[in-house]
């Protein structure tokens, strides 16, 4: 168990991903191919079935080591008993697009001047256009204590395959004390995760009797409690309603995990720090840019992929491309989100390939279906400035069943059937979803 957990310090996407009849070893085929797809993640999957359709998936390579490809955003349901972790993955085989090849293995390095990939079996990859879609990483390891301490009861990350179950038994084990949820001092994937899981832990802690002798406690290092006042202002109803602490400006830096306790630091304060004993603690990690993207010319100052806010391209390289976590995007980083860009971006390509300027423009369009509890959802949909662009004609800041269904039953199989085949997405993917139905 310790050397799996030592994998997640070098954790992967969004949507991480074996196929009949891919190339799952580089030996002896072609070495160069017009469009290499870097990550065989929810972008890199989605953007690879549109490609497949523009240039023929003889000209299409994916490079992508997992051999599961996982939806991630059930993972909140999982962490919370609603749904099995099984729903949530699929060999990866069945999800790459059929006849584009696939490398079954990591990259190692990316040269965008001589446009070469290098893998880590030593094979070289040259390319006419490329699409990064690595992901961002997860780091564990930057809170003392931690990934080790998960070999102890009590704790739990909905953010890992190998650490969301425990949250499930954490939260059934609970009899009484402190339930502590944190947010970290990073950007972070889907960042109404952390919260989510705490709402649902309410929940299930009133469905069994337990809630009394529970001190729900939210320590986030955000300023506010969600980015788009909207949404937030709901929030703290909801968390007013059901008696739920939240602490700003607070950053989990270590774990105890043979005390049960969790040390936060003051961010308001530098040195000050805190010590919480749980009965319960749900872990949301540091995350950062992909380490290959960071030593690579492709990233920003920040190791992020540095590409056109509004059309997905390179700002230095105008044959790459981006798409989701892995990008320097100003905008929450969700799979809404990717779904949105891989329309724009599916557009821009297909511009370049014709020796055009792009001409579509991506809003920062990205959502975050704010689970409140086993039958509710609050719908947030939003720009890169924060303004709602809501789907629906209702107000999306209620709780409501409806968006909860949508959640749970509708998005998993819109994701599956729809944005891994390249059939859905664009912007206002929501709103898509009302003229697409269930096809």
């Given amino acids: 168990r310790m050397a799996a957990l030592q994998t997640m310090r070098k954790c992967r996407p ?86 584009v090849k696939w490398v079954k ?26 699409i990064v879609a690595l992901g961002l990483q997860l780091h564990f390891e930057k809170i003392k204590g931690l990934p080790e301490g998960f070999e ?23 009899k009484e004390g402190n339930a502590v949820f944190s947010y970290p001092n990073t950007p972070i994937k889907c960042g109404g995760a ?16 337990k809630r009394e002798k529970a001190n729900i406690i939210y320590n986030t290092s955000l300023p506010v409690i969600f980015a788009v006042k909207k949404y937030a202002d709901s929030l703290w109803e909801v968390v007013k309603k059901r008696d739920i602490q939240v602490n700003l ?60 806010k509004e059309n997905l391209q390179h700002k230095r390289y105008p044959n790459v491309f981006g798409i989701g976590d892995c990008t320097s995007l100003p905008t929450s980083k969700t799979g809404a989100a990717v779904a949105a860009q891989s329309g724009v971006l599916h557009r821009t390509i297909s511009r370049v390939l014709k020796k055009q300027k792009p001409d579509k423009k991506y809003d920062g369009y990205t959502s975050c279906p704010l689970v409140t509890s086993y039958n509710t959802v609050i719908l947030a949909e939003f720009d890169y400035d924060g303004n709602p662009l809501e789907t629906f004609p209702i107000n999306q800041a209620k709780e409501r069943r409806s968006m909860y269904h949508m959640k749970a ?31």
Avoid: C
């Avoid at 999957?45 to 000209?59: L, P």
């Avoid at 898509?432 to 139905?437: C, N, P, V």
């Fill in 152 to 174: 102890y009861p009590r704790i739990g990350s909905n953010y890992s395959v190998q650490t969301v179950e425990k949250t499930w038994k954490a939260l059934q084990n609970f």
């Fill in 105 to 130: 293995s990591k990259v190692r390095e990316i040269n965008p001047d001589s446009n070469t990939v290098y893998v880590d079996d030593g094979s070289k990859i040259t390319y006419d256009y490329l």
């Fill in 409 to 439: 039953d509708v998005m998993p199989h819109l994701y599956w059937h729809g944005l891994l085949r390249g059939l859905w997405g664009g912007p206002e993917p929501y709103r898509k979803l009302l003229h697409l139905g269930m096809k």
């Fill in 249 to 308: 400006r607070q950053n989990l830096i270590e774990v105890r995990p043979d005390k049960q306790e969790a040390v936060f630091e003051n961010l308001d304060k530098p040195g000050e720090t805190k010590v919480f004993e749980y009965e319960m603690l749900h872990v949301t990690p540091p995350m950062g840019p992909n380490a290959v993207i960071k030593g690579s010319p492709l990233a920003d100052e920040a190791g992020w992929l540095d590409v056109d």
């Fill in 14 to 99: 969004v949507g991480t991903t074996i196929r009949k009849i891919h190339t799952s070893s580089f030996a002896a085929s072609k070495q160069h191919y017009k469009m290499l797809v870097l990550g065989g993640g929810t972008g890199g999957i989605a953007m690879s079935a549109r490609m497949k359709r523009i240039m023929g998936a003889e000209n299409v390579v994916v490079v992508e080591p997992s051999d599961t490809h996982y939806y991630q955003p059930i993972w909140t349901l999982v962490g919370a008993g609603a749904k099995s972790l099984s729903t949530s993955g699929r060999s990866t085989a069945s999800v790459m697009p059929s006849g």
């Fill in 194 to 209: 952390p919260q989510k899981i705490m709402y649902l832990s309410d929940a299930y802690l009133r469905k069994t009797g």
